[in-house]
């Protein structure tokens, strides 16, 4: 079975600083990995995911993640964060081929003026 | 494009009694999914159809829940004999028939049920 692990329930940072939201998971199998934004009182967003390909993936929005097979991780970044991006971010895992995705416990951003 | 709608957004009830939740899918998305989220946890995969095909249900799924999309459109959750376990909240997401390998899956606002 396959499981995703976020390292930080809470990231404080302040505005223009540099962010790390940290994720890792557990398969025996390929995968396809996401990440999802939550804003307030709003559903799940898809920020950006990762299928094939590069291992690098970004989002319009300015952040980026990094598929990084031997360490089963997949990081989320971004350079200079914002007061908008406050809102809690999930990172989730699914078996290619398979509909089913397994999310983490999620990571809540908050920034700091 | 309207986007996953879910209704009620807010539902309190009494232990002990039945509630159902509406999901309309956007309109042309063939498959349609459920997942439950419980304070500071992320999302957990309940069940999934593929027009009205129920094709995977999770072991979350107990007998009190069961899920419908009788036209292949909107989707219905029952959740039967209400425990307190149960508070949580209900997200109905679609995708086209590509499912997660090529596109994107569209979560609703949820579906709040606190159960007293």
């Known amino acids: 079975a396959q499981s995703v692990t976020q390292l930080d329930s809470q990231v404080p940072v302040f505005e223009e600083a540099p962010v790390e939201l940290r994720c890792n998971y557990s398969?025996?199998?390929?995968?396809?990995l996401f990440w999802y934004v939550q804003y307030p009182n709003q559903g799940l967003q898809l920020l950006l995911k990762y299928l094939s390909g590069s291992t690098l993936v970004e989002s319009i929005n300015g952040f980026e993640a990094e598929f990084n097979k031997s360490q089963t991780s997949f990081h989320l970044r971004k350079p200079s964060v914002h007061i908008s991006d406050t809102a809690e971010y999930f990172c989730?895992?699914?078996?290619?081929?398979?509909?089913?995705?397994?999310f983490g416990q999620g990571t809540r951003l908050t920034i700091n003026p | 494009d309207t986007g996953v709608s879910q209704d009620p957004r807010h539902k309190i009830t009494k232990r002990g009694q039945n509630v159902t939740f509406r999901c309309d899918p956007i309109?042309?998305?063939?498959?349609l999914y459920w997942y439950r989220q419980t304070l500071g946890q992320g999302p957990e995969f309940l069940t999934y159809f593929q027009n009205e095909a129920q094709l995977e249900k999770s072991r979350l799924l107990s007998d009190r829940f069961s899920a419908e999309r009788p036209k292949g459109s909107f989707s219905t959750l029952e959740i039967q004999r209400t425990e307190q376990g149960d508070s949580a909240m209900y997200l109905c997401?679609?995708?086209?028939?590509?499912?997660?390998?090529?596109?994107?899956?569209?979560f609703g606002e949820g579906s709040w049920l606190t159960v007293v």
């Open positions: 997401a679609s995708s086209p028939v590509m499912g997660i390998s090529g596109n994107t899956i569209y």
């Open positions: 398969s025996s199998v390929s995968v396809y």
């Open positions: 309109s042309e998305h063939n498959r």
């Open positions: 989730a895992v699914s078996i290619q081929g398979a509909q089913k995705l397994v």
